[in-house]
């Protein structure tokens, strides 16, 4: 099984992040008594929570965990499902990758969060609400919040005046008037009704 989930598609700034996590081998419940505690949907977890139990994750000898994004150029040429669809396709591919001989192509069962398929070539079942009720999408979920709250943190360095270390790219009252004093920069979703706003404004970084 794969668990896929994504993170960052409610931003407007940055990339959007997908993350798989794979269950390798047939494993007994044993294996995972560790984790089974404390993976859960990562809306649900602190920072500190979510980073603890992600190095946990990528240890694990029974699972592989991979991510991709979708950055912010690609997001306002096809929109945002289509983008977060293709992050996921490509989380799912490079943790496929990493498997390599271990296991069949007709064994493999891709469990997505959501009410949507992606286009793969592999078994895929759609669950809503997947990330607060299978392990392997709850993992995928604190992957993929983990690598892109990272991401946001390097992107906030080169952009301290916006403070996306703080809010990640959300729309907070912060980021909103950060937006209105220095204007858009590279890392803006255009096509995001406030970034739209501003662009049509003039409102740009110089």
Do not use: W
């Not at 920072?47 to 990528?58: G, K, N």
């Not at 289509?82 to 192509?105: C, F, G, N, P």
């Not at 952009?159 to 990640?168: D, T, V, W």
Request: proline content about 2%; hydrophobic content about 45%; charged content about 25%.
């Amino acid at each position: 099984m794969i668990g896929v989930d994504e993170a960052g598609r409610g931003p407007l700034a940055g990339p959007v992040t997908a993350a798989a996590v794979a269950v390798v081998f047939p494993t007994n419940r044993c294996d995972f008594a560790g984790l089974l505690g404390t993976v859960r949907d990562s809306k649900e977890m602190t920072a500190a929570a979510r980073e603890a139990v992600y190095y946990r994750i990528i240890r694990h000898k029974n699972l592989v965990c991979a991510s991709a994004g979708v950055g912010e150029k690609i997001i306002d040429k096809i929109n945002i499902l289509e983008a977060s669809k293709l992050a996921m396709r490509r989380a799912v591919k490079r943790a496929i990758a990493q498997m390599k001989d271990k296991i069949s192509a007709g064994k493999i069962v891709c469990l997505i969060d959501g009410n949507f398929s992606i286009k793969i070539s592999y078994e895929q079942k759609s669950i809503i609400g997947g990330d607060a009720k299978v392990f392997c999408i709850a993992a995928a979920s604190i992957a993929a919040k983990v690598r892109r709250d990272r991401l946001m943190e390097k992107i906030g360095k080169l952009y301290p005046e916006y403070g996306f270390a703080r809010h990640k790219g959300y729309g907070t009252k912060e980021h909103l008037a950060a937006i209105e004093k220095h204007g858009l920069c590279s890392v803006h979703r255009r096509t995001f009704a406030p970034c739209a706003s501003a662009a049509r404004k003039g409102i740009m970084k110089k």
